[in-house]
Every structure is written in C-alpha cells, then in structure tokens.
C-alpha cells in the first residue's frame, strides 16, 4: 500500500494594505551642518595657543624637574578656565599623562582641583 502527500494548496493572495505618503511642502532654507566648535569658542583657542606658548617659556616640570612641553589645566578647560592662568601648571607630556590616569594621587598632591569646588 502506497501513500501519497499532495502538496498543500496555494495560500490565498493577502490583501495588500494601502500606504498612505504624506506629503511635506519643500524646505524653504535648506540644513545647515553644526560648527565643530563655536565663533567665539574658536576666538578662545586663538588666543588660548598664543598665551601658552609664552607662558611656557622657562617653565620647568615640578614632578621630574625637565623642562616643560605642555600645560595641565588643574580645573579644567570649560569655558574662562581654558585662559585661566591661575590654574596652569607646567609639566612634561610624560607627567601630564600620569596625572591624568592617576586622578585622585594628582588631588592629593595638588596637581589636579575639584571643578564643582568654587573656593579660588
């Protein structure tokens, strides 16, 4: 005794469901790409460069005693602080780069400050 399978009918054909565009009236002014960095943020670097490069002149790493290639900011860059000479410190790109794996050994011997604390 032979069994047969047929194959199963053919599905039905679903219905296809209307989409519905809506249409948008063109942009009178077209997108426009975001500035990496702002005018007056630009106009901050600026005078940012010239001030560290004579600042730096003489200057001499307090933690190995080289002369000094770059400057750590100890509050940070935001805003006035970037040109804020009081919070400069000399160091060599060696040093820099310890202090800022090592954060709270930089707090700790005065390298690094607290942004959030407003006592200047």
């Known amino acids: 005794m032979k069994i047969r399978f047929t194959p199963c009918p053919k599905p039905e054909p679903k219905e296809k469901k209307k989409v519905y565009v809506l249409k948008r009236t063109p942009l009178k002014n077209k997108p426009y790409k ?48 970037l040109t804020d000479v009081r919070f400069f410190l000399p160091v060599t790109v060696d040093c820099h780069q310890y202090i800022e794996e090592h954060p709270e050994w930089a707090k700790e011997q005065g390298y690094s400050l ?4 407003t006592n200047e």
Request: net charge positive; charged share 30%; aromatic share 6%.
């Open 34 to 81: 975001i500035k990496f960095r702002s005018d007056k943020r630009a106009e901050q670097e600026k005078a940012y460069l010239l001030i560290i490069k004579l600042w730096l002149v003489g200057k001499v790493c307090p933690m190995c005693g080289l002369p000094a290639t770059c400057v750590h900011h100890k509050k940070g860059r935001i805003g006035k602080l």
């Open 114 to 117: 607290s942004r959030l604390e």
